[in-house]
């Protein structure tokens, strides 16, 4: 809703576009955060708001909505910025969520790599979810390559977004076990302990899906 809302003051109000786009040759601090907002037309608008949405259906039952936005906000901005410091031609201009999407679907797929995404109730139809966003990158890469101006779709956006989302899962998993290591050697540390525990918490939420089945959007469990 709130993308909607943004594209049709972006059809009013031009200048929307015009300072919140990340821009390569007038760079302002707010368009990193910004223009993860905008859409290019009603396509790109789709888009943008289906990958939300899956995001949103997938996780949202263990994850509260605000943690999942303040989330999307902090991994769009981070792939914003690694994308204009390496990536971005000049002179040319960036929009769209893509990126924290696909971060947010890389950190919780770390933790969901054995289990297998039913769609809807269809146990048949199930699938696991880092091979479907590597294969989902590389065509995109190889439609811009043959059949689309690079411009046009910035597929690098989806790879960084990917990868930042699974290292910080990585990352995170690592303090955990490390955490519960030291707590473990040391029970008197009760700084550690607590570290340990609200990580430890925060996965158990996340690896909740893997334990539920037959709903519509969640993890099944691969047998």
Not at 167 to 172: G, P
Request: charged fraction near 10%; glycine fraction near 8%.
């Amino acid at each position: 809703m709130a993308l909607t809302g943004i594209y049709l003051l972006q059809q009013e109000f031009p200048s929307i576009h015009r300072h919140c786009a990340l821009w390569s040759e007038h760079l302002r601090w707010w368009q990193f955060f910004t223009c993860s907002f905008l859409s290019h037309d009603l396509v790109h608008l789709a888009v943008n708001a289906g990958g939300l949405a899956i995001v949103y259906s997938q996780f949202a039952p263990q994850v509260r909505g605000p943690v999942l936005a303040v989330a999307f906000c902090l991994f769009a901005t981070i792939s914003n910025l690694v994308f204009f410091e390496w990536l971005m031609p000049r002179p040319a201009w960036l929009i769209g969520a893509s990126g924290g999407s696909y971060a947010l679907l890389g950190f919780f797929s770390w933790f969901l790599r054995r289990a297998y995404f039913c769609v809807y109730r269809c146990k048949w139809l199930k699938f696991r979810i880092i091979p479907v966003l590597v294969v989902s990158i590389a065509g995109e890469y190889l439609y811009v390559r043959w059949r689309m101006p690079a411009p046009v779709l910035a597929w690098q956006m989806h790879a960084i977004g990917f990868v930042l989302g699974l290292s910080s899962a990585a990352a995170i998993h690592a303090v955990y076990a490390s955490s519960r290591a030291v707590a473990a050697r040391c029970p008197g540390q009760g700084m550690v302990q607590r570290l340990g525990a609200s990580v430890h918490e925060a996965i158990f939420r996340v690896r909740q899906f893997a334990e539920i089945s037959g709903k519509p959007g969640v993890a099944e469990e691969a047998v």
